[in-house]
């Protein structure tokens, strides 16, 4: 099992632009969840979501889209880069009502300038 | 106030000495609690999870203090690998984790 991968690894925007974060997972769990992690902040949850076609918002949603169209994968959008939106990123996963064991991808490092 | 406190460290404490860090939690309704590791530019990962009555896993050793709302971490016979920093993390119920901004330990030769 690849467990959960994330792409890009890195990735730099200019302010304006919108990008699309990949994850996907292999276990077949139904819990997904996207992360932003900043010095000194810990890890904030953005969105995640229970299974396929259902999310909801997190501490952090602004300025980020997801959908959940399939059990693998869940993406999630920058709609309009700012600089405050750079940060490392991490999706998640785990069997749902096991959500204190999740799984974490490499993480993305996303700058904006 | 942060819903999860921890000391940021860091620790820096030679081979085989014994550490300890704890992290306090605001909600006192919080109902399960971990300790994740990270690594330096890597991904967290579960190290272990806290139960009222404690746990052990090996050299480390995790304990909770519900009246007073705080929980420990002991790692003993420290090993240079066990450099990284040691996330603090609750669930209040909910499907949402809460982390700490973390504990950074150093283990020097």
């Known amino acids: 099992n690849a467990g959960v991968t994330q792409t890009p690894k890195f990735q730099v925007l200019k302010t304006g632009q919108s990008m699309t974060l990949q994850c996907a997972q292999d276990m077949n769990h139904e819990y997904m969840s996207w992360y932003r992690q900043d010095p000194g902040m810990g890890l904030r949850l953005i969105h995640y979501s229970v299974g396929a076609g259902i999310t909801d918002q997190g501490e952090v949603p602004n300025g980020y889209n997801v959908s959940r169209s399939t059990t693998e994968d869940f993406p999630l959008r920058l709609l309009s880069a700012a600089p405050s939106q750079t940060s490392v990123y991490f999706c998640a996963s785990s069997r749902q009502g096991q959500v204190d064991e999740q799984y974490f991808g490499p993480g993305t490092r996303l700058t904006v300038t | 106030r942060k819903e999860v406190e921890q000391d940021p460290g860091p620790f820096n404490v030679p081979e085989g000495a014994t550490v300890a860090f704890n992290c306090t939690y605001s909600?006192?309704?919080?109902?399960?609690f971990f300790w994740y590791r990270q690594d330096c530019r890597k991904e967290p990962k579960l190290l272990m999870s806290v139960y009222s009555s404690g746990n052990e896993d090996g050299r480390f050793t995790a304990q909770l203090n519900r009246a007073s709302q705080y929980i420990s971490l002991l790692i003993r016979d420290s090993k240079l690998s066990d450099s990284a920093t040691y996330l603090c993390v609750v669930n209040d119920g909910t499907d949402k984790l809460i982390f700490g901004t973390g504990t950074r330990l150093q283990v020097f030769p």
């Open positions: 909600n006192s309704a919080s109902q399960s």
